[in-house]
């Protein structure tokens, strides 16, 4: 049911009047003041005698301080470009090649588990046209170092490729690298791999994030956040997000770690950092994580693993939705004051105000802040339909708020640490991000941890020449209602 006009007017007053109260009052107090003391025409004469000169100084002095208070602030941080590996369709994996691979070796998987795979898949919210490595379409799977070196290769070549072409910062003005993958890390690891093919400076400063996860992408903005404010201005950070899957094809027959063979695509982003607004698209305006780990279920909730056969695979907990919910609600402790206006504070205040002097005598729910006033796009990690829907209904987003998210997992599936710059994607590439827009983007990640990172649009994309470029029109799709049972796809 829609809500009455009337209260949105309400709701757009209070808004209005809360948010700008501070101001409000300011310039009623200097009104006031000035008033009480002397008449208009008495400070209209006073204002006429003071000198052209003196008004000169003032303004000088003022612009004096406020340069003042901007040095001694942390650097403003900017993302330049990103860009995002766009698979090829031979790379395709619809559900019945998937199904024939299963059927075709029965001395890897058995056939209660082709059953259980096949109806997650069609549960998953995965679509036809997501896309493996070249190992996954060998009977069976290639697991060897060479496939992962070339898969490794194919993805973040492609979109740091596509990162450098849509900017006019080369390879000689990265001051730092930031590579991130969970599992697969060989030697060299891969920070080397894009210093040699790149050919970046010797005086370079590299580091290599393994383990965290589908967090991983986020992890990595807020180290940089962190160099970039201490940093000479111009400094340039490159980031490349992905997660190899080719080593790690699970060919047991737990169900907990069957999910990551039928969930997890390929895919990689790359983005350019900086601390000069010079060419920027978007500037970082937060970032918070929060760690959960102290907690035996959630450390344990994403965990790499032998089964009983000792098969090497990652187990992913039944309770993972659950537990991506909790994270999230410790995190929006500490991201919400940060980003939301004074009047959803003050709601959020009354409530637990209210809960308080009610304590014993009625049940009194808190106040849920409405984070669409803070935003205007929402990036959910596309991790699986169950994380998706379990932070939808935590926030109490629409289906438009989470159509990025969702048709991101439908196309490209769960991308791991890149899935955000894909939704990032999608919401330019459909004409949806303007000047002065806000995005918020949240992932999730083994360990467990949450990630918060608050952007707002410099400038919007001038085209959509990216992964969506051809598949847009397509978009959104609509998505089969989905009953719910004991089946896990989160």
């Known amino acids: 049911m829609s809500t009455p006009l009337h209260v949105k007017l309400l709701k757009t007053m209070y808004r209005l009047v809360v948010d700008n109260l501070f101001a409000i009052l300011a310039v009623a107090a200097a009104a006031a ?24 100084l003032a303004l000088l002095a003022a612009v004096g301080a406020a340069k003042l208070r901007r040095m001694g602030r942390p650097k403003d941080v900017y993302l330049v470009e990103y860009g995002c590996f766009r698979p090829k369709p031979w790379y395709r994996a619809p559900f019945a090649t998937c199904l024939e691979h299963a059927h075709l ?103 290599n994030l393994s383990g965290m996860g589908c967090s991983a992408g986020l992890v990595s903005v807020g180290l940089a956040k962190n160099l970039l404010q201490v940093a000479p201005r111009g400094t340039h950070v490159l980031i490349v997000s992905t997660e190899i899957l080719s080593s790690q094809y699970y060919v047991g027959t737990e169900r907990a770690m069957l999910l990551p063979n039928c969930l ?55 309770d993972l939705a659950t537990t991506a919910g909790h994270a999230l609600k410790s995190n929006i402790a500490a991201f919400g004051p940060l980003v939301l206006p004074a009047s959803e504070q003050l709601l959020v205040a009354l409530s637990f105000l209210k809960r308080k002097l009610l304590s014993g005598r009625a049940k009194v729910r808190l106040y849920r802040p409405d984070f669409r006033t803070a935003f205007e796009h929402i990036c959910i990690h596309a991790g699986g339909r169950g994380v998706i829907d379990e932070v939808q209904h935590g926030l109490g987003l629409s289906d438009e708020d989470v159509e990025a998210s969702r048709m991101t997992l439908h196309r490209f599936g769960n991308t791991s640490s890149s899935s955000v710059l894909y939704e990032l994607a999608y919401l330019e590439a459909k004409g949806m991000m303007n000047k002065g827009d806000r995005v918020w983007m949240i992932s999730f990640g083994a360990g467990f941890d949450c990630n918060s990172v608050a952007w707002e649009c410099v400038k919007p994309a001038a085209d959509a020449d ?10 959104p799709v609509q998505l089969p209602e989905i009953a719910k049972d004991n089946i896990s796809d989160s």
């Open 466 to 475: 990216g992964p969506w470029a051809d598949c847009i029109h397509r978009y």
């Open 33 to 56: 003041a000035v008033l009480q003391r002397t008449s208009p025409e008495t400070a209209l004469a006073l204002a006429r005698l003071i000198r052209p000169a003196h008004w000169l």
């Open 105 to 207: 070796m029965p001395y890897l998987v058995d056939e209660e588990s082709v059953s259980f795979a096949i109806r997650l898949l069609e549960r998953s919210g995965l679509g036809e046209e997501t896309c493996v490595p070249d190992a996954y379409h060998y009977m069976p799977p290639d697991r060897s170092l060479k496939a992962s070196r070339d898969e490794t290769e194919l993805v973040i070549f492609s979109a740091v490729d596509q990162v450098f072409a849509r900017t006019t910062v080369r390879p000689e003005d990265i001051d730092v690298l930031i590579v991130n993958c969970s599992i697969f890390t060989p030697t060299p690891v891969f920070a080397d791999m894009v210093v040699n093919r790149y050919k970046l400076r010797a005086d370079v400063q590299n580091v």
């Open 264 to 318: 997890f695509r390929m895919g990689a982003a790359a983005m350019i950092l900086s601390n000069s607004a010079e060419r920027a698209r978007f500037r970082l305006t937060r970032a918070v994580r929060t760690v959960t780990a102290a907690r035996d279920a959630d450390y344990r909730c994403v965990f790499q693993e032998e089964d009983d056969k000792g098969n090497t695979g990652i187990r992913l907990s039944k």
